[in-house]
């Protein structure tokens, strides 16, 4: 089921007074098991307060639809030292199949675009068919060979902000 007009939860960066409602979507996905897929850091409440106060140059973003956040997605590895960010999300389970992974993987693609990246890169497990379904449909390009850790490497070139056909803007 796709979801349009005013049901569509709002993407936009983490904010500081985000720290109760990320934990508390943090703890959901960790019961839905997604750390199996997703796993760029413990999904727990100090995490969560971490994330709600980071002043850097890397990105974490957020679905919120009414009062609860129901996506977490980020763009990282400028704080590193590195040009290529990697990029992961997390739809909570309830909210999945209605095109909100797509929806903040875009505005995650904006973000990118906004800082300067010519590409972005991501890993994921072959067998998580949806996520590389998803990506694949996107236009990232993959490596099919397995990294030690089981997972398969991936880069999106980006249009060029001047080049863009007007399709994908942040909304
Ligand atoms: C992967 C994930 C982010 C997708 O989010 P979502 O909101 O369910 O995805 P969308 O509704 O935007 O669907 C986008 C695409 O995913 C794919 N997809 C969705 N449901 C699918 C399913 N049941 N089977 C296969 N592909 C599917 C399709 O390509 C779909 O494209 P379409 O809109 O043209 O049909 C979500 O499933 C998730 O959070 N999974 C757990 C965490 C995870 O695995 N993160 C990625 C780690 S690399």
């Not at 959901?28 to 850091?41: A, C, N, W």
């Not at 903040?104 to 906004?114: K, N, S, Y």
């Not at 990294?147 to 942040?170: V, Y």
Request: aromatic share 8%.
């Amino acid at each position: 089921m796709k979801v349009s007009g005013s049901d569509l939860p709002a993407c936009r960066p983490v904010q500081p007074d985000d720290a109760c409602a990320l934990g508390r979507l943090f703890e959901r996905l960790q019961s839905q098991g997604v750390e199996k897929f997703f796993h760029p850091h413990p999904l727990t409440q100090e995490a969560a307060e971490h994330r709600a106060a980071y002043a850097g140059k890397d990105v974490y973003c957020v679905l919120q639809m009414g009062t609860d956040l129901v996506g977490y997605g980020l763009l990282r590895g400028w704080d590193d030292g590195y040009d290529v960010p990697s990029l992961g999300l997390a739809i909570d389970a309830s909210q999945q199949g209605r095109g909100h992974g797509r929806r903040l993987m875009e505005f995650l693609h904006v973000l990118a675009r906004q800082r300067g990246a010519k590409r972005i890169r991501l890993r994921v497990y072959p067998e998580n068919v949806r996520a590389l379904a998803l990506y694949q449909s996107l236009g990232y390009a993959f490596n099919l060979k397995r990294g030690t850790d089981g997972q398969i490497l991936g880069f999106l070139e980006l249009i060029p902000e001047n080049e863009l056909p007007g399709k994908e803007q942040a909304r």
